[in-house]
């Protein structure tokens, strides 16, 4: 167990004990704040890897990450396939808004499927205008995730390919994260790749859960020595209830740390 998710089961036993009987019984009567048993996941792949060892089955979490991409989901058979978190995309930049991320969002809650919304970094426009507009169209709900900044080189991108220095990369980085923290109450997740990670040396951030992409390998062994909570290990899943490719994830626990984090993480 990773050093991050032993202090979170710390956290979540402390966020037990100091709850009171009726805050509790009004929390469980929420359909969003109600902790589900993970299934197991039933996830197939269009082009699998030969993981060394057992890879990402070792874990029993699995989630999913989609955006406009997924544009046909049945969310209800998905949980049932083993699908136990959601991180859908909300924003992108200062003006864009994720034209799935509405129906998504909605259909997952009503599924009972935890969820969080991201927002992914647009390197030409300022740290904290990008906050805001994930804060306009991203209001606190209860039940929800932790929000994820994610961050990553645009090499393809039609506007903004830009690569600025490492320093100034972090300083944004720690500019949306202490904004996030603030206005949610709630630390936030960074999801990145590894050419990123290592170029701008992202492990130099505080006050942040790592969400690591890693298709091919462990991320002990793309990320040696850090910390991460969650793992993207493959961006053409298939899973039931769901039409095309899928990212799929892992959460980098046991279920019953699965059941502290969301116990003490969630909004």
Known sequence: MSRALTLVLAAALLATVSCGRNENVARLEDPAMAIPSPAKARFDDHDPVAWAGSGPRRYPVHGIDVARFQTSIDWDTARRSGVSFAFIKATEGGDLVDPMFK???????????????????YHCRPAAEQARWFFRNVPRESGMLPPVLDMEWTPFSPTCTTRRPAAEIRADASRIISMFAEHYGTRPILYTTVDFFR???????????????????HPDERYPGRDWTFWQYSGTASI????????????GGSAADWQAWLTSRRL
């Open 103 to 121: 129906d998504h969002w909605r259909a997952a809650r009503r599924a009972g499927v935890p969820r969080g919304a991201y927002h992914f970094y």
């Open 199 to 217: 170029d701008n040396e992202m492990w130099r951030l505080s006050g942040v859960d790592f969400w690591l992409r890693s298709v091919t390998a």
């Open 240 to 251: 039931p209830g769901i039409a095309g490719k899928v990212d799929a994830n892992a959460f």
